[in-house]
């Protein structure tokens, strides 16, 4: 082949390139335009219908099917959208090659055939790549835009939106920024004994990995004991131990640990991270702060949405400070971190790396990782322990997995996940258990990986993380919803419904649940087989998203409205 013949068919491998581009761009800008129609009407459908009393059994199904049908449709919407994205990449990759191939590779025209002009063939080729950018362009827009739809919701907060971040950095490993205090000479107690003295405080995200200790409140009649605003927005959950309250808030300023005193609710210390490379854009019912702190009898750790994390004594001097990769993730990152004696395990998942790493409490130091095949998510780690052993498992939108905590030896891996993954497992007797919309709803062997159930026919939650509670798992969904299955075979047994969703994650205390809604209820429930039984009701008059602490007999409780409140019983 002559070198006139071999750029004539580079060129029009050039223009089939293009025309690619341009077919692809305009059915993906027409698919996203009908979407949005479907998924606008879908949504004000269901909240109408929302409107209605649902008492009625009839109506009470319907919206649980609309809604059901509202959430698929948004997940198969985004997974095509993404998929179109991916190829109009490598169609574009395909066709900056040919350019580059033609350019800089063939050898120079010696000669051009009558009636054929490099200049004309070059300025046919220019315009039609312009119409193609022009295309792509607008897709992207539109995309971009329309994101701002109503979505599911993601752990402990909400995510609406798709945060357009780079892809910079998320291979670079965990660098230590700071050590400024020695590692302390005492040694963590053992896992044993640490998740033992846990089950006395409120250590972490939904209180202690055994089962909690604390006191319920002498009655559900509360009366504010104090009430503190919070200097800096977060959605995380507060944590308690020895008379100290401890959470976070963050903005693209900075980052702040705070500890207040559990007594008068003044902040006792705070610490701030600001040294974050990038600040990463969130969604904003996601912000930086979503993760949960976990804190032990010597230390506190956080961990921001920036990637940064924090170690500090309970007098708040620094005792660590790490920054993890920058956090590419879609919403923002979410997962509250798992302490489990001498280590703290977090569940790293971004777009194009998912980690699970496992930290020294006492220096930072990286015990641990291992990278995963499991598709972003926001979802918590979770572990059973037995024999002094413990065995993490993580949830992810694509697998379901299990770690052995002392060496990060993968254990087992199930391929049976979708969606978008957002809340957590629960464990018990050597089985975990997880629900999330578009994924699973089901329990694992936690030594084989062994599916013991599957439900794939009742409604499951996409914020709030479901509840063990006596022979049942319990799903509260963002819909108002709350459905009991038998924990043995999976088996839906009731549902009962509320006016307002759960975005705050359940917990169950001495016997009973307490869980709170969007419409600022906080909850005392029990249940049978047969149904939920709400014992006693107090209504906070604010949006609740974070999950409530014990400790003493009184609720630490953060507000929508990002403040601080302890609740006592009243005489």
């Not at 059915?27 to 109408?48: I, N, P």
């Not at 997880?434 to 329990?443: C, E």
Request: glycine share 8%.
């Amino acid at each position: 082949m002559n070198n006139h013949a071999m750029r004539s068919t580079f060129r029009f491998l050039q223009r089939v390139a293009v025309i690619f581009l341009i077919c692809l761009g305009l059915h993906m800008l027409h698919d996203a335009v009908r979407g949005d129609q479907v998924l606008t009407a879908g949504h004000e459908q269901l909240e109408l219908l929302k409107q209605q009393d649902m008492s009625n059994p009839k109506l009470a199904a319907l919206a649980r099917e609309m809604d059901f049908i509202y959430r698929s449709t948004y997940f198969q919407t985004h997974d095509k959208r993404r998929f179109g994205l991916r190829l109009l990449g490598v169609g574009l990759l395909v066709l900056c090659i040919l350019l580059g191939v033609e350019r800089f590779f063939l050898p120079p025209e010696l000669a051009v055939p009558k009636g054929s002009s490099p200049e004309r063939d070059s300025g046919g080729l220019i315009a039609t790549t312009i119409c193609g950018v022009v295309a792509l362009l607008a897709v992207l827009i539109y995309i971009r835009h329309s994101s701002d739809r109503p979505a599911p919701p993601q752990p402990e907060t909400t995510a609406v939106a798709q945060a357009p971040v780079s892809k910079q950095e998320t291979s670079v490993a965990p660098q230590s920024v700071e050590n400024p205090t020695p590692s302390s000479a005492a040694q963590p107690p053992a896992l044993a004994d640490a998740l033992e003295a846990e089950t006395r405080q409120w250590p972490q995200f939904r209180g202690s990995l055994l089962p909690n200790r604390n006191a319920l409140p002498a009655n559900w009649r509360f009366r504010e004991k104090w009430k503190t605003a919070i200097a800096s927005p977060g959605f995380n959950s507060p944590v308690v131990w020895d008379g100290k309250i401890f959470l976070t808030g963050a903005d693209e300023k900075a980052r702040t640990l705070y500890c207040y005193d559990v007594q008068t609710g003044k902040e006792k210390w705070r610490v701030v991270c600001d040294t974050a490379p990038r600040i990463p854009k969130a969604s904003e019912d996601t912000g930086l702060a979503p993760p949960t702190v976990c804190v032990d009898a010597e230390r506190v750790y956080a961990i921001f949405g920036t990637g940064e994390m924090v170690c500090c004594s309970h007098a708040g001097e620094t005792v660590w400070r790490k920054q993890l990769p920058y956090p590419d993730v879609n919403y923002g990152y979410a997962s509250s971190p798992l302490l489990l004696g001498d280590r703290l395990i977090v569940q790293y998942d971004l777009n194009e790396v998912q980690t699970l790493y496992a930290f020294n409490v006492l220096n930072g130091e990286t015990l641990w990782e291992k990278k995963r095949d499991a598709a972003p998510s926001w979802s918590s780690p979770v572990a059973w322990v037995a024999n002094g052993k413990a065995i993490v498992f993580t949830a992810g939108c694509k697998t379901a997995e299990a770690y052995d905590a002392q060496t990060g030896e993968s254990l087992w891996r199930q391929e049976c996940m979708g969606g978008e993954v957002a809340t957590s497992g629960s464990v018990r007797d050597g089985i975990f258990y997880f629900s999330n919309t578009g994924a699973f709803t089901g329990a694992f062997s936690a030594t084989d990986g062994k599916i013991l159930f599957k439900n794939e026919d009742t409604p499951a939650p996409d914020v709030a993380s479901a509840v063990l509670y006596n022979d049942l798992y319990i799903l509260f969904t963002s819909g108002g919803s709350v459905l009991g299955i038998d924990a043995k075979d999976g088996k839906e047994l009731f549902e009962e419904n509320f006016d307002n969703g759960f975005y705050a994650s359940p917990v169950a205390v001495g016997g009973k649940i307490i869980a709170a809604n969007l419409d600022g209820d906080l909850l005392l429930l029990s249940a049978t087989r047969e149904k939920l039984v709400v014992e006693a009701k107090y209504s906070m008059k604010t949006k609740l998203f974070a999950v409530p602490a014990l400790s003493g007999g009184n609720v630490i409780v953060r507000t929508g409205e990002n403040e601080l409140i302890c609740l006592e019983a009243e005489p």
